[in-house]
């Protein structure tokens, strides 16, 4: 008699399978097509998408909203900026965040219940914005490419996921092993804990890579020297001009803000498309750390 290969399925576990597949299908669709949406949108002309037949193709195929966000010149010098934020801020904030996490996954050091607990404190009550800004103020740092680098940079919410995750990978053995060998606290950082974590360090970095890359708040209340600003306070500055030369012209001639109205819809979704993308390209270099990283910081510790 020949053997079967393959494990018999029984129609219960059938079922649960089709529904499952059905549902994780059905939720991708969900969350994926207004991102399909905005994407055609973009090369799409207004008047179809403003009628609602734009649904899954293009229609009447036009770079009318990317033409109109380039134009701006000072779109490249928000890119420049912003890289520069996103760059040192990330390096930075993995750095920080990294060492605290550490000193704080270390049963020896003294007080770090206390610290700890200071650092959630800050999650849930802070100084407002008035206290923030005459800080800032005080510290020279006002219209200062330092201030946007460091903004962002730390948060507490990083340092407990790395502290978790280093206090449940690293074991007091491993250390006391590499203190035989007479390798101290710094080595032991940067030639041990380090190469060992590279999940946490891709997850981390992601996460505020992302932050720094979608901020313009702290530009928009700290930076007066336009030559500064950061991709995102460009880029709300375009759709700001938009909507503004749409109802100075709404008073004049009716029609041509109507066509101007439809432009603006299509601008949006290219500023959408155009402040996403690049963050978006550098997902599937980390995608492999990063759900061994999230789930191994918050479950462990």
Same mark, same amino acid.
């Given at each position: 008699?020949?053997?079967?290969?393959? $494990?018999?399925?029984?129609?219960?576990?059938?079922?649960?399978?089709?529904?499952?597949?059905?549902?994780?299908?059905?939720?991708? /669709?969900?969350?994926?097509?207004?991102?399909?949406?905005?994407?055609?949108?973009?090369?799409?002309?207004?008047?179809?998408?403003?009628?609602?037949?734009?649904?899954?193709?293009?229609?009447?195929?036009?770079?009318?909203?990317?033409?109109? /966000?380039?134009? %701006?010149? #000072?779109?490249?010098?928000? *890119?420049?900026?912003?890289?520069? *934020?996103?760059?040192?801020?990330?390096?930075?904030? &993995?750095?920080?965040?990294?060492?605290?996490? *550490?000193?704080?996954?270390?049963? %020896?050091?003294?007080?770090?219940?206390?610290?700890?607990?200071?650092?959630?404190?800050?999650?849930?009550?802070?100084?407002?914005?008035?206290? $923030?800004?005459?800080?800032?103020?005080?510290?020279?740092?006002?219209?200062?490419?330092?201030? $946007?680098?460091?903004?962002?940079?730390?948060? &507490?919410?990083?340092?407990?996921?790395? #502290?978790?995750?280093?206090?449940?990978?690293?074991?007091?053995?491993?250390?006391?092993?590499?203190?035989?060998?007479?390798?101290?606290?710094?080595?032991?950082?940067?030639?041990?804990?380090?190469?060992?974590?590279?999940?946490?360090?891709?997850?981390?970095?992601? =996460?505020?890579?992302?932050?720094?890359?979608?901020?313009?708040?702290?530009?928009?209340?700290?930076?007066?020297?336009?030559?500064?600003?950061?991709?995102?306070?460009?880029?709300?500055?375009?759709?700001?001009?938009?909507?503004?030369?749409?109802?100075?012209?709404?008073?004049? %001639?009716?029609?041509?803000? $109507?066509?101007?109205?439809?432009?603006?819809?299509?601008?949006? *979704?290219?500023?959408?498309? /155009?402040?996403?993308?690049?963050?978006?390209?550098? =997902?599937?270099?980390?995608?492999? =750390?990063?759900?061994?990283?999230?789930?191994?910081?918050?479950?462990?510790?």
């Amino acid at each position: 008699m020949k053997k079967r290969s393959k $494990m018999q399925v029984s129609w219960d576990d059938r079922v649960f399978d089709i529904v499952t597949w059905a549902f994780l299908l059905f939720f991708i /669709v969900i969350v994926m097509y207004p991102l399909y949406f905005v994407v055609i949108a973009s090369f799409s002309d207004p008047m179809y998408v403003n009628n609602g037949q734009l649904v899954f193709l293009p229609k009447g195929i036009t770079l009318m909203g990317y033409r109109r /966000v380039f134009m %701006d010149k #000072r779109i490249l010098s928000g *890119y420049l900026n912003t890289l520069i *934020y996103t760059g040192c801020g990330t390096v930075f904030g &993995v750095c920080v965040t990294m060492l605290a996490g *550490y000193s704080l996954s270390r049963k %020896d050091l003294p007080g770090r219940n206390i610290i700890m607990m200071l650092f959630v404190f800050t999650m849930y009550f802070s100084g407002g914005m008035i206290p $923030m800004y005459l800080v800032v103020k005080s510290l020279n740092l006002v219209n200062t490419r330092l201030l $946007m680098v460091l903004l962002g940079s730390v948060s &507490v919410y990083n340092i407990i996921i790395t #502290r978790s995750f280093l206090a449940g990978n690293m074991s007091d053995d491993l250390l006391d092993a590499a203190r035989i060998d007479g390798c101290g606290n710094a080595r032991f950082f940067v030639s041990i804990v380090l190469p060992l974590s590279k999940a946490i360090v891709a997850v981390i970095a992601l =996460y505020i890579a992302v932050v720094h890359w979608n901020s313009y708040f702290n530009a928009m209340i700290f930076m007066t020297d336009e030559g500064k600003y950061p991709l995102q306070l460009y880029l709300r500055e375009i759709l700001l001009s938009a909507t503004t030369t749409i109802n100075t012209t709404t008073e004049t %001639d009716p029609e041509a803000a $109507m066509r101007l109205q439809q432009m603006g819809q299509v601008i949006k *979704y290219g500023v959408i498309v /155009v402040s996403t993308v690049p963050i978006i390209c550098v =997902y599937p270099f980390v995608q492999k =750390y990063f759900v061994k990283g999230v789930m191994i910081g918050s479950v462990k510790g």
